[in-house]
C-alpha cells in the first residue's frame, strides 16, 4: 500500500519557469511533510517541510503549500534553474517527525536551458 | 549545519565477506538514525531505526542477522552486512534525525542523509 504518492514520473519545466512537483498521501495521520532533493549515486538533501498546523512554508526559491483536506501537497520552485534538475521526493511522517519517513516514488525534474 | 558522512563511499568486496559501513552526524548528535536501501530507479527502502544505546528495530523481511547495527554513540551508527552475496548489492543510505524547533514553538524532527555507500559484491 503506497501511503505517499507522486503521480509524476517526470516533469520538464523551462529554465526560469515555475516548477511544481506534486504529492498525494493517504494516511491521515501524517502531520509533518518534507521534500528533499536527489541526484545519482548521492544521498538525498533536505530542501524543505511544513507541519500540518501550516498550509504554506516559505525559502527562497522553494514554498512547499500543504491541502490537508485533499491530503496533498506541492512543491514550488521559481524561478527553475537547470541545477535543479534532479529527482524529488517528498516524505511525510507521523508525530512531527518522530515516526518514520515514508517516501514517494520520486519525480525527475529536468529543467530546460 | 546538519551534515552526515558515511564511509566509505564505496566498496567491493568477495562473496562471503563482511562490510561494515559507518554513518556520523558531524555537527549535531542523534539519537537515532535510520539505513536505507536504494534500487534503481526505485524509491528509499526503510531497512532499520538505529537507537544509540540500544537494540535497532528492523523493519518487516529485513534479516537483523544479516544486517547487523551498532549505535555506538550520539555521532556513530554502523551497518555491516555479514557473508555478502551479489544479492547484496546495492546503494545503502543513511539519516540522522535532528531535533529542531519552530516559530510555532512545537519541535520537530528532520531527517538529514548522508552521500550514501555504493556496496558490490562479486
Known amino acids: 500500500d503506497q501511503q505517499v504518492k507522486q503521480n509524476s514520473p517526470s516533469l520538464s519545466v523551462q529554465e526560469g519557469r515555475i516548477s511544481i512537483l506534486n504529492c498525494d498521501y493517504t494516511n491521515s495521520m501524517f502531520d509533518y511533510f518534507l521534500w528533499y532533493k536527489k541526484y545519482p549515486a548521492e544521498g538525498p538533501t533536505f530542501l524543505i517541510s511544513i507541519s500540518s498546523i501550516k498550509d504554506k512554508n516559505e525559502d527562497g526559491r522553494f514554498t512547499v503549500f500543504l491541502n490537508k483536506s485533499a491530503k496533498h501537497l506541492s512543491l514550488h520552485i521559481v524561478p527553475s534553474q537547470p541545477g535543479d534538475s534532479a529527482v524529488y521526493f517528498c516524505a511525510a511522517s507521523a508525530t512531527r517527525g518522530n515516526e518514520k519517513l515514508t517516501f514517494g516514488t520520486g519525480t525527475r525534474l529536468t529543467i530546460i536551458p | 549545519g546538519a551534515v552526515v558522512s558515511q564511509h566509505p563511499s564505496w566498496v567491493i568486496c568477495k562473496s562471503g565477506t563482511s562490510v561494515k559501513i559507518e554513518c556520523r552526524s558531524l555537527d549535531f548528535q542523534a539519537t537515532t538514525m535510520f539505513w536505507y536501501r536504494q534500487f534503481p530507479k526505485q524509491s528509499l527502502m526503510l531497512m532499520a531505526t538505529s537507537n544509540e544505546g540500544s537494540k535497532a528495530t528492523y523493519e518487516q523481511g529485513v534479516e537483523k542477522d544479516k544486517f547487523l547495527i551498532n549505535h555506538a554513540s550520539l555521532t556513530l551508527s554502523t551497518l555491516t552486512v555479514t557473508s555478502a552475496h551479489p544479492e547484496d548489492s546495492s546503494f545503502y543510505i543513511c539519516?540522522?534525525?535532528?531535533?529542531?524547533?519552530?516559530?510555532?514553538?512545537?519541535?520537530?524532527?528532520?531527517?538529514?542523509f548522508g552521500p550514501g555507500t555504493r556496496l558490490t559484491v562479486l
Open positions: 539519516s540522522a534525525r535532528r531535533r529542531t524547533g519552530t516559530s510555532a514553538g512545537t519541535s520537530t524532527d528532520t531527517q538529514y
